[in-house]
């Protein structure tokens, strides 16, 4: 299976672990938006596409990169790192999986844990999270990968 990752990492390296771990499982590269390549995407068995959540939202690079894709086909997966729960009335990876089965993928699931994070006001005490992704966040998505390899249907 050729399996490729794009992944916007941008504050403590959070989102890059958790990628790294898919990435070991499925045999993917890992790419930046600005390093992807849509051609290297639509010869993919199965793509990727994480990010850390900045206001509720994942990383514009990674939006932008999605939006600017032709339409295609093929399995997809998303996969977020956040310091703050999600709350109601939605996932934080949801508008994403919208966009990319607007794009005409079909998207097998998504992933989210907790992570690190720094964000005012929380850098006033140090960060909340200050260990995660810990190993057992690590764990689930490397279990969570191993179902996209395995085909098993759809997970989240």
């Keep these: 299976m050729k399996a490729v990752i794009v992944c916007a990492s941008v504050s403590h390296g959070n989102t890059r672990r958790v990628a790294d771990t898919m990435a070991r499982v499925l045999g993917a590269?890992?790419?930046?938006?600005?390093?992807?390549?849509?051609v290297q995407l639509g010869a993919a068995d199965l793509a990727g596409f994480g990010s850390g959540v900045f206001h509720r939202r994942l990383h514009p690079s990674l939006t932008g990169?999605?939006?600017?894709?032709?339409?295609?086909?093929?399995?997809?997966?998303v996969f977020a790192t956040s310091g703050l729960p999600e709350l109601p009335p939605g996932s934080f990876t949801r508008p994403l999986v919208r966009l990319l089965q607007g794009k005409g993928f079909e998207v097998e699931g998504s992933f989210s844990c907790r992570a690190f994070d720094t964000w005012m006001p929380f850098r006033l005490v140090g960060g909340i999270n200050k260990r995660r992704p810990d190993a057992r966040d690590l764990a689930a998505a490397q279990a969570f990968a191993e179902q996209l390899r395995e085909g098993r249907g759809p997970v989240s």
Excluded at 65 to 77: D, H, I, K, Q, S
Aim: charged residues 30%; proline residues 13%; without cysteine.
């Design 65 to 77: 990169f999605v939006e600017a894709l032709p339409a295609g086909r093929g399995r997809a997966f």
């Design 29 to 38: 590269e890992v790419v930046s938006p600005e390093e992807a390549d849509p």
